[in-house]
C-alpha cells in the first residue's frame, strides 16, 4: 500500500540531521527520493559509530528509503545531469550556506526556468536573510539565539546541553517537511511552484509558545525555575531511591490528589494549585523525601494503575523496549544491503488509508549513480 505521498519526486542536495531527517519523513511517507552526493567529501554520518554491517547506522536511519546519486557538482556534465533530473522532479531541498547553490549554477531562480511547478527549500541556520545570512552555526547556537536555552535548566547551573537536536529537527527537519507540502497543495491550487526559505533559527524561535507570548505581549522575560512547567513549582524530576528519575506532571487537582495519596502526604492535595512560591517550595521538599524512599521499579509498580501524570525517566534503550511505544510500532526493522534488518525507530505519523513505509536503510554512497546516469541518456536519445 502506497504512502501519501506517492508520486512526488524529491532531489535532496543536504547532509548531516536536518534535511536528511526531513527527507526520510518525506520517503517513509512515500516520496521518491534522490539523494545528491559528492564522490569525495563524505557525509559525517557515513562514518559516525556505531556501525552495522560496516555501515553507519546514523546514516541508515536518516537516509532510508533513498537511492544514492554520487556527483561532483564542479563539473559542468554534473550540473547537466542535476538540469535534465529537475525537468521531471517536484522538490528541491538543499542545506548550503545562501549562494552556495547559486555559484554552481543550480539556484531557485535558475532551475524554475526548466520547472516553473517546482518547489525548493532551503535549510539554513539564519535563513536567506538578514545579517547573519552567512554566519556559520550548530544547534546549539540557534537555540541560544532564539531565547529557548535562557529559560531552561537550573539557576546555578545554566542551560543544559541536550541529548537531542532540537532547533535542527524540531526547528529544521519538521518545518521544512511543513513548508514543502504546503507549498504542495499551494501548486495544487494555483499551479506554480515556489521557494520556502526554513531558518533553524526562526523555527526555534517560533518554539518558545507560551513562554513566547508571556513575554512579547505581557512583558514577562521567562528564566529558569520560574515557570510552572519549567522548574518553578513541584513539575519536575525526583531522585528515586537507587538514583533513578521519577517524573511528576501532576498539574490538575484530580491528578494532584491521587499523587499525594500514593505519597502519603495525602493532606498537601489541596496546596496543589498554590502559585505561592513558599508553597511550590514545600510540595517540592516534600515530594522529593518521598520519592527518595523507594526505587524506580517500585514507584512505577506503585503509579501503573494511576492515572496521575508519573512516569518513569527510562533510558533509550528501556523506552524501546515499553510496550507502548512497541504497540505504537515505533521500533521497526529496515531491510539492509546483503540481507537482514536493521532496527530502527518507526515513522511516527500513521495514516489509515497510506501507511508510511520504510523501505530499505541508507544506500551505499553513489549506489544508483550508474541506473540514473543510464536513464538521463536514454531519455536524451528518444527527444
Known sequence: MAGP?????VLDFTTLLPGPYATMMLAD??????RVESPDRLDLTRVMPPHDGGESTSHGYLNRGKRSL?????KPESVDAIKQLVADYDIVIEQFRPGVMERLGLSYETLKQINPSLIYCAITGYGQTGPYRLRAGHDINYLSLAGVSSHCGRKADGPPPLGIQVADVAGGSHHAVMGILGAVIHRQQAGEGQFVDI??????FALNGMAGAACLAGGVNPEPEAALLNGGSFYDYYET????WLSVGSLEPQFMSRLCDALGVSELGRVGLSQKPEDQAML???FSKAIRSRTLQEWSEVFAEQDACVEPVLSLSEASEHPQLQARGMVIGVSREGG????QIGHPLKFSATPCESRFVGRKLGADTDEVLASLAEAAKGR
Open 29 to 34: 511517507m512515500g516520496a521518491e527520493v534522490l
Open 340 to 343: 537482514g534488518e536493521q532496527p
Open 284 to 286: 517540592r521538599e516534600a
Open 199 to 204: 531558518s533553524m533559527t526562526d523555527a526555534a
Open 5 to 9: 505521498l506517492k508520486g512526488l519526486k
Open 70 to 74: 554520487a556527483l561532483d557538482l564542479k
Open 241 to 244: 531511591a537507587d538514583k533513578r
